[in-house]
């Protein structure tokens, strides 16, 4: 197996040609959820999601609470309640404008990390863009695995590819459930400072159960707790992504994130 490259991020930031889809303007979604009941067992109730166009937003929360619930309500996988909505900014369906970046790479194991990337185009029938496939790849530092098979890589390399697989996509909505969770913490750091370069005027649903990771990548960040489970108000940390863990803003931000994810109110602490 490949150790991790350490250069990726340095190849990829002296890259000028970050691919911005064109098209699409950013658009926003806004998710407005009556109640999700599973087994007589009421999971979120009374909900109101916005995704801001072009923007992270990232939603936390423990474990169980229904976090990939939202994002599977948005995706299509869980059909919509009764009494709820999906809406966008243009009035045009979600229907073929998302992206979906799962904690497992779900990569084909016998085809190489370019065939990989091409694979969406073949189910579909489409002439396979080779040259934006490779531009991807090299957006992610993997030019020399480029003919490798999954199984050659390391955890790292193998989530960076699933990047570039999801971006090759072109979609404007990327949904994104725990994508960075399996990875050690130097691995995951980099592949954020990653993402949050390439994700750039995406409309993004990150779901997480780290907090930093929130705090590095979200524009936007709301809390999911209780049972059932109920959103935060928005928290909207200042400057731009990826924010460094070493700010002071940074380290408020956090505490007072976990002391929401613990239940308690902030004037309790
Ligand atoms: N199809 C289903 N049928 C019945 N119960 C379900 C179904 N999907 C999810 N649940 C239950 O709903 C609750 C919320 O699940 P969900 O996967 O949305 O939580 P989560 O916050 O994403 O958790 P995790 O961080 O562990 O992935 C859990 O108790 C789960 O067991």
């Known amino acids: 197996m490949e150790p991790d490259n350490p250069t990726y991020s340095d190849a990829a930031e002296s890259m000028p040609d970050v691919l911005h889809d064109q098209g699409e303007a950013g658009i926003g979604v806004d998710l407005s ?48 309640p009764g009494n709820s ?17 799962d904690q497992k790479d779900l990569l084909l194991p016998w085809a190489s990390v370019f065939d990989n990337l091409l694979i969406g185009n073949r189910l579909r029938g489409e ?37 570039a697989r999801t971006l090759m996509e072109g979609s404007s909505i990327l949904l994104m459930d725990e994508p960075f ?21 995406k409309t993004v649903l990150l779901i997480t159960h780290d907090p930093m990771e929130a705090l590095r990548l979200g524009d936007v960040i709301y809390v999911l707790a209780g049972h059932p489970a109920r959103l935060s108000e928005a928290i909207r940390p200042e400057k731009d992504i990826p924010r460094d863990p070493a700010d002071d803003a940074f380290s408020q931000h956090y505490s007072a994130i976990m002391t929401r994810l613990a239940g308690e109110t902030e004037d309790a602490s």
């Open 33 to 80: 959820l009556d109640e999700l009941v599973f087994d007589g067992d009421t999971i979120l109730s009374d909900l109101n999601l916005e995704l801001e166009p072009g923007k992270i937003t990232c939603l936390l929360g423990p474990s169980g609470v229904g976090k990939s619930s939202i994002l599977k309500i948005l995706a299509g996988f869980i059909p919509l």
């Open 85 to 101: 909505r999906v809406t966008t900014s243009d009035g045009k369906s979600l229907e073929g404008r998302l992206s979906y970046m």
């Open 127 to 163: 002439i396979p863009d080779r040259v934006r496939a490779d531009r991807l790849i090299k957006q992610v530092g993997l030019e020399k695995w480029r003919d490798s098979r999954p199984d050659t890589l390391s955890g790292g390399m193998r989530q960076r590819v699933a990047l």
């Open 181 to 201: 969770s399996a990875l050690d913490a130097i691995t995951k750091f980099r592949l954020q400072g990653l993402a949050a370069r390439l994700l750039t005027e």
